[in-house]
T-cell receptor
Framework: GQNIDQPTEMTATEGAIVQINCTYQ??????LFWYQQHAGEAPTFLSY????GLEEKGRFSSFLSRSKGYSYLLLKELQMKDSASYLC??????????FGTGTRLQVFP | EAGVAQSPRYKIIEKRQSVAFWCNPI?????LYWYQQILGQGPKLLIQ????????DSQLPKDRFSAERLKGVDSTLKIQPAKLEDSAVYLC?????????FGQGTRLTVV
């Protein structure tokens, strides 16, 4: 079976750093994605990891350890507009995409 | 570049009625997905097409849900008859083989 776990909710303060963890157990692995989803909107792509290590893109970074079935999304210099759900998704084989339940992040001033 | 288009944006129907959703993917994208997202949960894959063939429909409730992708482009998802638990956002996404792009979704409320 396929299983992707994330915390349900997190809170943080504006300007701070937050790390959202994701663990997965899938039948195969062809990459891990992070998506951002604001309330009432479609998910938008944030990052993609297929090899172990850290991928940095501006204020957002994503890390992958394939041997541990583990990833995290790191958000720096948090802004109010970062309040959203963050979805971890795994591709167990080419083009298939399975999502976790998502982590709802609330940023407070 | 035009994104994934879906219609309608919102739909309210009574239980036991039927409903259909339409999706126009990004031009050239061979893979098309339909996801169901219940409030507070992550998207759940219902069906995946590669061109006009079905790759995965293992989580599609086939007694009431059906989907087709004619000519490998547009797709429709139908529910007949609808149940209260079908209330959700139905997301269509298409992929270029690297990344999935999502439409705005159709919010279905079954009363």
């Amino acid at each position: 079976g396929q299983n992707i776990d994330q915390p349900t909710e997190m809170t943080a303060t504006e300007g701070a750093i937050v790390q959202i963890n994701c663990t997965y157990q899938t039948s195969g692995f062809n990459g891990l994605f992070w998506y951002q989803q604001h309330a009432g909107e479609a998910p938008t792509f944030l990052s993609y990891n297929v090899l172990d290590g850290l991928e940095e893109k501006g204020r957002f970074s994503s890390f992958l350890s394939r041997s541990k079935g583990y990833s995290y999304l790191l958000l720096k210099e948090l802004q109010m507009k970062d309040s959203a759900s963050y979805l971890c998704a795994v591709s167990p084989n080419t083009d298939k995409l399975i999502f976790g339940t998502g982590t709802r992040l609330q940023v407070f001033p | 570049e035009a994104g994934v288009a879906q219609s309608p944006r919102y739909k309210i129907i009574e239980k036991r009625q039927s409903v259909a959703f339409w999706c126009n993917p990004i031009s050239g994208h061979a893979t098309l997905y339909w996801y169901q997202q219940i409030l507070g949960q992550g998207p759940k894959l219902l069906i995946q097409f590669q061109n006009n063939g079905v790759v995965d429909d293992s989580q599609l409730p086939k007694d009431r849900f059906s989907a087709e992708r004619l000519k490998g482009v547009d797709s429709t998802l139908k529910i007949q008859p609808a149940k209260l638990e079908d209330s959700a956002v139905y997301l269509c996404a298409s992929s270029d083989g690297q990344q999935a792009f999502f439409g705005q979704g159709t919010r279905l409320t079954v009363v």
